[in-house]
C-alpha cells in the first residue's frame, strides 16, 4: 500500500501489475476538469489517474477502462479503499478494449479524456505479460488514442497524455491529422535531462500553443 498524496489517498499495487510510475502522477497534476465533466481515463491500469483526478477535481463521472481485467478489478479495490475520499464522483470501471469503447459507450459524450499510454513499439518485452502489455502499443498505439479520442469526446473536448519527448513531433502530427489542436505541452526532466511531454489537445480547437518548461 502506498500514498498517493498528503491527504492520505492509498493505492494498492500488486507485484503482478504495473507499478505507480512518476509519468502517472506528472499527468495527473497537469490536468484540470470541472465537477459537471464525464472523465474517461484511457488504460487506467490500477486506477493511478482515475484517484488523483477524481480527488483532486471531483468530476460528475470517471469512467475508467483497461483491457487487464486483473487492473480493472485492483481498480475497483483501490476505489472502495479510498471510498470515503471520493464521495462526489460516480465511476464506472470498464474491462474492454478502449478501441471499441464508443461501441460501449455513447459516442461523442466525453468532456475530458485522460491517458499514459504504452510508449514501447519495438524492443524485448517483459516475461511479466502485464508489464509488458503496459509498456507496449500492441493493443493501444498513439494513432488508436487519437482515433478513439475522435469518437469518444464531444467537440471541443480536451485530451490529456504523455509521449516520450523525442518522439513529440510523432504526437503532434497524429492528433493534428485527427482534427485536433495540441493547446498546452508541458516538457517534464530528470537528472539526465529533458525526457517526458505532456499533452493538452483539444478537439476542434484553434493553433496557438503554450510550451511549458
Known amino acids: 500500500m502506498e500514498y498517493l498524496n498528503e491527504a492520505g489517498l492509498l493505492i494498492e499495487q500488486p507485484d503482478d501489475l504495473y507499478k505507480l ?16 465533466d464525464r472523465v474517461i481515463d484511457v ?17 460528475r463521472e470517471m469512467i475508467s477502462v483497461d483491457i487487464n481485467s486483473a487492473a480493472v478489478k485492483q481498480l475497483e479495490k483501490n476505489l ?9 464522483t460516480k465511476f464506472t470501471p470498464l474491462h474492454a478494449d478502449a478501441r471499441q469503447l464508443h461501441t460501449i459507450i455513447n459516442a461523442n459524450s466525453a468532456d475530458v479524456i485522460v491517458c499514459n499510454p504504452p510508449y514501447f513499439t519495438t524492443g524485448k518485452k517483459a516475461q511479466n505479460s ?11 498505439s498513439l494513432e488508436d488514442l487519437a482515433l478513439l479520442c475522435t469518437r469518444n469526446l464531444k467537440y471541443g473536448g480536451t485530451v490529456y497524455f504523455c509521449y516520450p519527448a523525442n518522439q513529440l513531433a510523432k504526437a503532434v502530427t ?6 485536433f489542436r495540441i493547446k498546452t505541452i508541458k516538457l517534464v526532466a530528470n537528472n539526465k ?9 483539444k478537439k476542434g480547437g ?3 500553443t503554450t510550451l511549458l518548461v
Open 174 to 179: 497524429i492528433f493534428e491529422n485527427n482534427n
Open 80 to 88: 472502495t479503499i479510498n471510498q470515503d475520499k471520493l464521495t462526489m
Open 43 to 59: 488504460g487506467c491500469g490500477t486506477g493511478v489517474l482515475t484517484l488523483l483526478i477524481a480527488f483532486n477535481h471531483q468530476p
Open 193 to 201: 535531462g529533458i525526457y517526458l511531454a505532456i499533452f493538452c489537445a
Open 21 to 36: 510510475s512518476s509519468d502517472a502522477v506528472a499527468l495527473a497534476n497537469f490536468v484540470t476538469c470541472k465537477k459537471t
Open 130 to 140: 502485464n508489464v509488458s502489455q503496459a509498456r507496449h502499443d500492441d493493443t493501444l
Open 206 to 208: 484553434g493553433h496557438n
